[in-house]
Each structure stands twice: as C-alpha cells, then as structure tokens.
Nanobody, 118 residues
Framework: QVQLVESGGGLVQPGGSLRLSCAAS????????MGWYRQAPGKQRELVAY???????NYANSMKGRFTISRDNAKRTVYLEMNSLKPEDTAVYYC????????????WGQGTQVTVSS
C-alpha cells in the first residue's frame, strides 16, 4: 500500500509560481505512473498532468506551457512546478498513484490547497 503526502501549497499572487511535492512511502515507487489532479469548489476533480514510470509526461491543455511534472525516483517524490499562475488555478491539488492492474487500487494523497489571489 502506497501512502502519498502532498506539500508546497499556499497563497500566491497572479503570475507567481509554486512547486508542489508528493512524497510516497510504503511500496515500490518507480514502477508506477503518477499524476496530479485538482478540484476547485463546486467543480469536479480534473487531471492536471501525469508522468509514466518511463518519465513520459502528459498535460491538460490549459496547463501546457505553464506547469511541469517531474519525478525523482531516488527520493520517491513527484513534483508539480506551476508558473504564471492564474486565479482560476485556485483549487485543492491531489497526488495520485495509478494502479498497474485490476488487482490494485489507485492511491490518493490528502491534497494541498493552492490559492491564487492578489
């Protein structure tokens, strides 16, 4: 069972930057695809970006060019670098470990709040 703990959220002004971290423990980390999702008040949770075990990345269209997902397998950590932040990026950001088979469950962190406001 993988435990995920996010950190790095906070209050930032429009145009600013934040770096989120998600530390994993409890299982082999490097073999799993990892992702970041976000959920704004009154909205459904949406995919922000994901990174495969081979470090291939994919982004939601509205985040392309502004957000960068990366991973450090030695540190068992996945990162989300967020630049040029906008008020509409305000949300709780969640880290996710993707299950590799039907015999596994996805794992989620508890979330970290990001607020973009002047």
């Amino acid at each position: 069972q993988v435990q995920l703990v996010e950190s790095g959220g906070g209050l930032v002004q429009p145009g600013g930057s934040l770096r989120l971290s998600c530390a994993a423990s409890g299982s082999i980390f490097s073999i799993y695809a990892m992702g970041w999702y976000r959920q704004a008040p009154g909205k459904q949770r949406e995919l922000v970006a994901y990174i495969t075990s081979g470090k291939q990345t994919n982004y939601a269209n509205s985040m392309k060019g502004r957000f960068t997902i990366s991973r450090d397998n030695a540190k068992r950590t996945v990162y989300l670098e967020m630049n040029s932040l906008k008020p509409e990026d305000t949300a709780v950001y969640y880290c996710k470990k993707f299950a590799r088979s039907v015999d596994e469950d996805d794992s989620w962190g508890q979330g970290t709040q990001v607020t973009v406001s002047s």
